[in-house]
């Protein structure tokens, strides 16, 4: 079984004195910061430090079991899903899969409802049994066309109207980003679509499923590499001066490396509250949404359904949103935009370093689209490489 070499900075490593050198400092030890390191350590013969701030590998989507033996999600629901079959054939390179297609029920009045919106969601809800066509005329009917759709709003009132807007999104909105969906870019709720058949899948994409053995199996055979060192526990401000490297790779937050000199970028953070139930079962699928304003959680997981664990407990979590910790997501909105494009401008002027990921380019990105992120940014080095060797700076602009 791999095992990769963790060491942490306080434990004083051979990494930080000052004789061995990188050809890359990699900051996030997540899916933007494992899958660049490994390409260039393996495609290019790189010699990479990896570090993280957190006492692990996989970022955002770390998994592990908990004191009960169940695997869980530490950061909240991570369900893998891309219409990318180039993305799938290189983590396939580092696991297998499990089939895995994602259901969301969503706590409505007295019912639980699928969302997305579809026809049995509308048939029970309204006490119907309306076909295909007769939900489209429905639905039709109660849209209120919006000539400009800007905002979050504008997006579900002019699908759905506002009677549905008001019981399935605003109230799980405002939990969810602190902002009434009206202050919110028309993106966040244009990931959720309205159907009139009775599909109830979260997701449509061409490939739905889990890795088989977990995130972090996956995390620890993409870094199991010789030319790969990890320091974990290692906050990038500790070591930037101590370590010997030509590039940096930065995916934590762009605001922060450069120590918030325009102001804070706004991210929205999480609470999780994990708990174990002595029961096989908790709920009826993954996750059960709560868009009702009177309840402070916005969703309920329970991990079983995404792993395909059989144990006789059952591991769930809460998540509450909150405007402070860890920086989860970046905040789609203009003013958001304007001031990262402010740090984008110093950043595209700061040589020797790239900035990768979700935090790093302030964008709402699911882990299909960070890993190719990474996988183009590759490539360019590649092709850097290739052109113009030794390696430039200029390469990974
Ligand atoms: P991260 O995973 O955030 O990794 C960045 C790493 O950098 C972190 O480990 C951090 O500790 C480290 N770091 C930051 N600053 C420093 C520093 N100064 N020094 C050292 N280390 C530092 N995507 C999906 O595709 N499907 C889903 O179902 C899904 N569900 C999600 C649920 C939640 C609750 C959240 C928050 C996100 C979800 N995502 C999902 C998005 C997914 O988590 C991200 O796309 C992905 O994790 C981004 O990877 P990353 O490497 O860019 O960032
Ligand atoms: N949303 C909502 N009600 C729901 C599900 C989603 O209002 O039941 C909105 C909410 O604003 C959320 C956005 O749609 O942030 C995107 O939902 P998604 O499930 O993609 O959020 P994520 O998985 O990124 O937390």
Not at 64 to 90: C, E, K, S, W
Not at 295 to 322: A, D, M
Not at 335 to 351: C, M, S
Request: aromatic content about 12%.
């Amino acid at each position: 079984m791999p095992q990769v070499t963790i060491e942490r900075a306080s434990q004083g490593p051979s990494h930080l004195d000052g004789k061995r050198s990188y050809d890359y400092l990699i900051v996030g030890a997540g899916f933007a910061g494992s899958v660049i390191a490994e390409r260039l350590a393996e495609g290019l013969g790189q010699n990479i430090l990896l570090i993280d701030r957190r006492e692990h590998i996989g970022g955002n989507a770390y998994d592990h079991l908990d004191a009960a033996g169940v695997m869980v999600h530490r950061y909240g629901p991570h369900i893998f899903h891309t219409n990318a079959q180039r993305i799938v054939d290189y983590l396939s390179r580092f696991t297998q899969w499990r089939p895995y297609e994602h259901r969301v029920l969503a706590r409505v009045d007295e019912h639980l409802l699928p969302i997305p919106i579809n026809l049995t969601t509308l048939n029970t809800l309204f006490g119907l049994s309306m076909t295909e066509q007769e939900a489209e005329v429905f639905l039709a009917e109660r849209a209120e066309h919006v000539a400009l759709v800007r905002t979050s709003e504008d997006v579900v009132i002019n699908q759905i109207g506002r009677e549905l807007y008001e019981k399935f999104f605003r109230g799980y909105t405002r939990k969810q980003w602190g902002l009434d969906p009206s202050e919110l870019d028309r993106s966040v709720t244009s990931r959720i679509p309205t159907r009139t058949n009775e599909d109830d899948r979260y997701f449509v994409d061409t490939f739905q499923m889990m890795p088989s053995q977990g995130y972090t199996r996956m995390f620890e055979r993409m870094l199991d590499h010789p030319r790969i060192d990890l320091l974990l526990a290692t906050d990038f401000a500790s070591v930037r001066e101590r370590v010997k490297y030509k590039q940096l790779i930065y995916c934590g937050p762009i605001d922060e490396y450069f120590n918030f000199c325009f102001g804070r970028l706004p991210y929205r953070s999480l609470r999780f509250q994990h708990e174990t139930h002595r029961q096989p079962q908790f709920q009826p699928v993954a996750v059960v949404n709560y868009p009702n304003p009177s309840v402070p959680y916005t969703r309920i997981t329970e991990y079983k359904h995404l792993t395909g664990q059989t144990h006789p407990l059952t591991s769930i979590s809460y998540e509450f949103p909150c405007a402070d910790g860890d920086p989860y997501y970046p905040i789609p909105r203009q003013e958001n935009t304007d001031l990262y494009n402010r740090y984008k401008a110093l950043a595209d002027d700061t040589p020797g370093v790239t900035f990768l990921g979700r935090l790093a380019t302030y964008k709402y990105y699911n882990m299909d689209q960070v890993v190719g992120q990474a996988l183009a940014l590759y490539q360019r080095i590649e092709l850097k490489v290739g052109l113009d060797s030794p390696l430039h700076e200029e390469a990974v602009k």
